[in-house]
């Protein structure tokens, strides 16, 4: 099977991290799919942003939570990055799929450390309203959280994020009934690989920069890469005429 060539936050090298334009253009890009974070407004909207904090990324301060859509949307959300991007405003999941319900694969990953009333619910729902069940991964550092979808809709495909290098991660993602194991690039080698496919789990390497690397992960036959520069993974895939 092909490798996947998925946007991170987009995965529009030389745009800014989960913006509508840097979705655009991954789409634009040719890329397999994208992978973005989502989390709630504190009146309840899912939007789509990386940190749990503004600060980084938009011209104001403190938690994503602790703001109304209503006042994220008078920032900006691209200035950080450059001042071209002044005039994009934080995204809401709608927005997004919009622009994204037309690839092969759509990465919704749960930024959901802290807690988030329904943010389970209100994906499935746009999923639902979008008809894109076939085409979404719903991943999340919050296991607890991809439990909570898995009972909501058991069909929904869930992706296990890990952030160490686990023992025998693969026997665990099929243990708790998961889809796919999600883990940083380095951590993953042919036998996980191999040993995740004989137990129908696919396998996803986040976030791949390095063509070397993204060439290694490539032969070793990983299902989806990651990346921050969706181009220069084609490049890599095409040469290795894969
Ligand atoms: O889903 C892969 C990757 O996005 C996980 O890390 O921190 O970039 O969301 P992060
Ligand atoms: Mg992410």
Redesign the pocket.
């Known amino acids: 099977m092909k490798t996947k060539i998925?946007g991170?936050?987009g995965g529009a090298a030389g745009y800014p991290e989960n913006t509508l334009i840097a979705f655009r253009k991954a789409v634009e890009l040719g890329a397999d799919g994208v992978?973005?974070?989502v989390q709630l407004t504190k009146d309840g909207e899912v939007v789509v942003i990386?940190d749990e904090f503004i600060d980084r990324t938009m011209n104001g301060s403190g938690l994503v939570k602790n703001h109304t859509l209503k006042e994220l949307k008078e920032m900006n959300v691209g200035e950080f990055f450059s001042s071209d991007f002044k005039e994009e405003k934080i995204p809401t999941l709608k927005e997004v799929l919009e622009i994204v319900k037309g690839l092969e694969i759509i990465?919704i990953?749960l930024?959901n450390y802290l807690s988030y009333p329904k943010l389970e619910e209100k994906v499935l729902k746009l999923v639902d309203q979008f008809k894109i069940r076939d085409k979404v991964i719903i991943?999340s550092?919050n296991h607890y959280s991809l439990e909570k979808v898995k009972k909501l809709q058991p069909a929904a495909k869930t992706?296990a994020?890990l952030?160490s290098k686990m023992i025998n991660p693969s026997d665990y993602v099929f243990k708790r009934g998961f889809n796919s194991l999600?883990m940083h690039f380095l951590t993953f080698d042919q036998k996980i690989i191999e040993k995740s496919h004989f137990m129908g789990i696919e396998t996803?390497a986040?976030?791949v920069n390095y063509p070397s690397a993204a060439a290694d992960l490539l032969k070793n036959g990983i299902d989806m890469i990651?990346t921050d520069d969706i181009e220069m993974v084609q490049k890599v895939r095409e040469k290795n005429d894969i």
């Open positions: 998925i991170h936050r992978e973005f974070d990386h990465n990953e930024k991943s550092f992706g994020l952030m999600h996803c986040y976030t990651i």
